[in-house]
Structure formats: C-alpha cells, structure tokens
C-alpha cells in the first residue's frame, strides 16, 4: 500500500470490495429473515414506524444474531479484510462483543444512531485499536454514508460534549467515501467523522478490532471481546496450554524426555 494510501498518514483507508457477495446476502438475510421479511423495502417500511428512541432496543436481537451465528467472524476472515488487519494490527486479533448494526433514518430527531462530528476515542476505546464500517443496506452509495474530516486523526483527542466534538478548525475539509456494498473502512479512534443524512434507511454495521496482546487501560478493557486470529506463538501456547510452555502437563505425548 502506498504511503499516502496508508491509515497512518489519512487516518482510514477503504478496502474496494471486501467481502463476497455470499456472504453479504447470508448477513442481510439473517436480518431479514429476523423480521419475518423477505425484502428491504418492507424492512425498511418497519423501520420508519419505530420511534428514534426505540432503535436501539429493536436492533439489540439482529446484533445477537450476527454475533450467535459467528457472522461477525465470517466477515473479519475474509481474505482482503484479514490481510489488512494483520498489517495494521498483527495477528493475535480480537473484536468488541459491542458490534453493532447502525440505522440511518431520514429523520434525524432524537435519533441515538446520527451522529455529528465525533471520534470513537471519546467513547473509551484506544487509538491503538481499529473500527471497521461497512454497509449493508443502502439506496445508493451517496446515501447516508459516513464522512471525514481531513488529517483530523493527527489531532489527538479533542473535547466532546453530548457526543460531538465541541469545536472545530474553521477551514477544515470533509471527504466523502461513497462506498458500495461490499466495501469496508477502516479507521482510527481519533479520525473526526460523522453519518451524512440519508432519504431511504441505511443498516451499516460497525466492528472494533484491537490486538489482545497489546495492553492498555481505557475503558475499552471493561469490554467483552471475541478471539478470530491467532498468531503461530500464540498458537503454540495455546496447545501447550501454559505460560511456562511445560510439556509435561499434556498426556498421551509420544516423545520422551531424560530424568
């Protein structure tokens, strides 16, 4: 990847086409097939009668399904997405049981899932972690997509009050992704960003991901989190099943060892 490319130098990179097409209709299935419907539109229809307030509550059974069925995991195994996560992040990887399913509605009142301008650091995670975003649902690729502000990753944490940022650089710059189904982004915990209104519900799903070798002490440790990759020591420690890494604790061990 080219360095002006990289996370590091704009704070997210965006990886085309990310996940199968399989794998995409098993996920937007399982959400369907949740709601006894057989289409978005009815979905969506469903959606537009529930109150802002009441989102969370509705879509806490989807979330658990995802996670029940191991869809989450699916997702992070996927040959492109796993690669750059490696790359970012090593291999001893594990993801938040908090995922969740976003739903952008056109009305934004009171709506817990539209956000203003923000960074997920203000919510207790690291910046040594990375949160993933891709659509799942959508009208068009211009339609309720999330955005960014330019080089914002570079300015550490910036004060938030009722879930924005209090203030910011008067000649700042947003970059819009556009990103289709199938797309993934990632991103860093101080990247300023924000949902972009939307005229049909948008369903976006939104991962974190960190290394569970790495230790910090944000709120982020209070978390329940998920092991999906494993690194070849790790493995091994794994088998030995110890941290003094005896052999002798196993049974039914072939070799033999001189007293």
């Known amino acids: 990847m080219k ?30 097939k949740g709601n006894n419907k057989n289409s978005y539109t009815a979905f969506s229809k469903k959606i537009s009668k529930i109150k802002n307030q009441k989102l969370f509550k509705f879509i806490n059974p989807i979330n658990k399904i995802l996670f029940n069925e191991n869809l989450i995991d699916k997702l992070l195994l996927e040959k492109k997405v796993i690669s750059e996560l490696r790359k970012l992040l090593g291999s001893d990887l594990a ?22 301008w923000h960074q997920e650091i ?92 790495y230790k910090d002490y944000s709120f982020s440790q209070n978390l329940n989190w998920k092991i999906f990759s494993l690194s070849e020591l790790s493995k091994l420690q794994k088998y030995l099943g110890n941290h003094y890494l005896s052999p002798y604790r196993l049974v039914n061990i072939d070799h033999k060892f001189e007293e």
Not at 128 to 154: A, E, R, Y
Not at 184 to 204: A, D, I, K
């Open 95 to 116: 993801f938040s049981e908090g995922s969740s399913l976003f739903i952008n509605k056109p009305e934004r009142k009171k709506n817990y899932y539209f956000k203003s």
């Open 122 to 213: 203000w919510s207790g995670t690291s910046v040594s972690m990375i949160h993933l975003w891709t659509p799942i649902f959508q009208k068009n690729k211009k339609d309720g997509q999330i955005s960014f502000i330019k080089d914002s990753h570079k300015w550490g944490h910036i004060p938030h009050r009722n879930r924005k940022v209090i203030s910011l650089p008067k000649d700042y710059k947003i970059e819009n992704l556009n990103v289709n189904i199938g797309d993934l982004v990632m991103f860093t915990g101080t990247t300023v960003h924000r949902t972009e209104p939307c005229t049909f519900p948008r369903l976006g799903l939104g991962i974190i991901v960190k290394n569970f070798k």
């Open 3 to 32: 360095l002006k490319n990289s996370i590091s130098n704009k704070g997210y990179i965006i990886v085309k086409n990310a996940l199968n097409k399989k794998l995409i209709k098993e996920i937007q299935n399982k959400i369907l």
